[in-house]
């Protein structure tokens, strides 16, 4: 950041999860230290309700007018309605009293997942990460399965993830996959990963 500065580069801050951290309170985002050179973007979608697609952008004076006409290029506006029910969530303490709520909730959902993960895949030389926040955990298939191929036996046993390939910038590693913990029970979630594994050793036997 303190480069950027120097050489008067403005920075995207993208954090649309940044409210949901689990172990440990985050940083203070760029935009909070350097609110001239950075633009902070976010979305009341994580954190309030996924269909009012609101997001929000915090940015320097001196460039809100192109960013205005950037938006009305792309879509116009965002629908009033879904702006007026969060400008009236803001007005009161809905907002620090619900994301403390969902940050639990996530959490103890993240780990059902995470404690699945270890039982379901022993053996089968899968590998995942734990992430410290947000709605997603990121999984390493075997080396030379592909997560593409695999999607259609695991909807046959009931359960469905997203293929990791679109994610990659470069060079796409096929064998990853992307779970989301944060809207289905820990029954669901159990039952999913057991599918999941059932499918892996499927895929393995061809």
């Known amino acids: 950041m303190e480069k950027a500065k120097e050489l008067d580069i403005p920075l995207i801050e993208d954090n649309p999860y940044g409210d949901l951290w689990y172990e440990q309170e985050p940083p203070l985002p760029l935009a909070a230290r350097?609110?001239?050179g950075v633009i902070y973007m976010g979305s009341f979608s994580k954190?309030?309700?996924?269909?009012?697609?609101v997001g929000f952008i915090v940015a320097p004076k001196s460039v809100y007018g192109k960013?205005?006409?950037?938006?009305?290029?792309?879509?116009?506006?965002?629908p009033s309605f879904n702006q007026r029910v969060v400008a009236e969530v803001m007005k009161?303490?809905?907002?620090?009293?619900?994301i403390p709520t969902i940050r639990a909730m996530y959490k103890a959902?993240?780990?059902?997942?995470?404690?699945?993960?270890?039982?379901?895949?022993?053996g089968l030389d899968v590998r995942w990460t734990r992430p410290v926040g947000g709605m997603f955990l990121w999984?390493?298939?075997?080396?030379?399965?592909?997560?593409?191929?695999?999607l259609p036996e695991a909807v046959e046993?009931?359960?469905?993830?997203?293929?990791?390939?679109?994610?990659?910038?470069?060079?796409?590693?096929?064998?990853?996959?992307?779970?989301?913990?944060?809207?289905?029970?820990?029954?669901?979630i159990r039952k999913g990963i057991a599918a999941l594994a059932a499918a892996i050793r499927a895929q393995l036997a061809k």
């Open 34 to 36: 350097n609110p001239e």
């Open 47 to 53: 954190v309030l309700a996924p269909g009012l697609r």
């Open 67 to 78: 960013l205005t006409q950037a938006k009305q290029a792309a879509d116009l506006h965002s």
């Open 92 to 98: 009161h303490d809905f907002l620090k009293n619900h």
């Open 109 to 122: 959902q993240r780990d059902v997942m995470l404690m699945a993960l270890e039982s379901e895949m022993e």
């Open 139 to 150: 999984v390493r298939l075997p080396q030379g399965m592909n997560a593409q191929d695999l």
């Open 157 to 188: 046993r009931g359960m469905a993830f997203v293929p990791g390939a679109p994610f990659f910038a470069g060079e796409p590693e096929t064998n990853t996959l992307r779970l989301s913990y944060v809207t289905v029970s820990p029954e669901q």
